[in-house]
C-alpha cells in the first residue's frame, strides 16, 4: 500500500508539473496569439483590448491557477480560433485518438508475445537468423511510411476504405473503424517488433537460470515451464517496456492520424499549434501527458502485483 501511495503521489506531482511547464511554455516562446488574429497591421489599442478580452493581460500565476482549477472540473477554457469552449471540441477526438491508441496496443499484445515466445523456443539455423532481419526491417520502417503503403494498398488499390475521408464514428462505425485498423497498424508494426526482440531476450536469460534447468532435468515439459513460470518472470521487465511504448503510441499516432485522415488529438494540436490556439495546445498536451504517465503508473502498480520482491521493497 505504501508503494502504490508513493506512486499515485508521484503521478499527481508529475502531472502538475507538466501541466504548469505547458502553460507557461507559451508566455515565453516568441510570438503574441492577439496579434496572430487581429494581424501585424492591427493597431496597438485594438492588440491590447484584445489580450485583455483573453485574459493575458494577468498574471502567470493567476492564469495557470485558474486553469488548473477549470481542468479538474472540466474546463478547459476557451479556443481563440474557434470561440467555442475547447472541452466540447476535443472531446469527440479523444474518443478517437483513444480508440486508435487501444487497437494498436491490442494488436501489439495480441502479435508480440506469442512471436516472442515463439523466437525464444528457436536457437540458431537460418529460420533464426531471417527472423531477426526481417524483425530489424520492421522495426527501421517508419509508421508514416508504412501507413502511406497501407492506404495505397487497401484504400486506392482494394478500395476498403476511402483515403482522406474519415467517417463519423456515430453513424458509420465500421467505416470509421477500418481506418482506425489500418492506422492501427502502421504504429503496430514497429512496437511489435521491438516487442518480440525485448521479450525474446529477457525468456532467453531466463530460461538459462538454474530453477529452470531443475525444472526440466525433473521430468517436466519444456513448453509449460516455459509458459508457467518463465513467461511471468519475464514480464516485469516486458510491461514496463510496453508502458514506454504507451508513449511511442501517441507520438507515432500524431503523425499516422494525418497520413489517415483521422480527426484525432494529433491532427488538432498539429493545427493548433500552426494557429497559436495556446489554450488548445495547452489542454491537448496535458492531456496526452496524463495518458503517457498514467500508462507508467498502472505499468509499475501491476509489475508490484507480479513480483513479490518489487512488493516487498516497496513497503519497506
Known sequence: MKYAARRIASFLLTMVIVSFLAFMAFDVISGDPATALLGTEATPEAIAALRTEMGLDRPLGVRYGEWLLGFFTGDLGTS??????????????????????FVSFLLILLISIPLGLSAAKRSGGALEAAG?????????????????????????????????????????????M??????AIAIAVPRIA???????????????????????SRG??????????????????????LAQTMAEIVAGGIVVEQVFAIPGLGRMLVSSISNRDYPMVQAIVVILALWVVLSGTVADLV??????????????
Not at 521491438?194 to 525444472?215: G, P
Not at 509489475?303 to 518489487?310: A, E, H, K, M, S
Open 80 to 101: 481563440y480560433v474557434y470561440h467555442q469552449s475547447v472541452s466540447e471540441i476535443i472531446a469527440p477526438k479523444i474518443s478517437v485518438t483513444l480508440l486508435l491508441s
Open 132 to 176: 531477426t532481419a526481417f524483425n530489424q526491417f520492421c522495426m527501421a520502417v517508419p509508421p508514416f511510411f508504412t501507413g502511406m503503403l497501407l492506404s495505397y494498398l487497401f484504400g486506392v488499390i482494394l478500395k476498403w476504405f476511402m483515403p482522406g475521408v474519415f467517417p463519423d464514428l456515430s453513424t458509420d462505425f465500421p467505416g470509421a
Open 178 to 183: 477500418r481506418h482506425i485498423f489500418f492506422a
Open 194 to 216: 521491438m516487442t518480440v526482440r525485448m521479450l525474446k531476450s529477457t525468456i532467453q536469460s531466463e530460461m538459462r537460470k538454474s530453477y529452470v534447468r531443475t525444472a526440466i
Open 220 to 241: 517436466n515439459d519444456r513448453s509449460a515451464v516455459l509458459r508457467v513460470h518463465v513467461l511471468k518472470n519475464s514480464l516485469v521487465p516486458v510491461i514496463t517496456f
Open 303 to 316: 509489475n508490484q502485483r507480479i513480483d513479490p520482491r518489487l512488493r516487498l521493497g516497496g513497503d519497506r
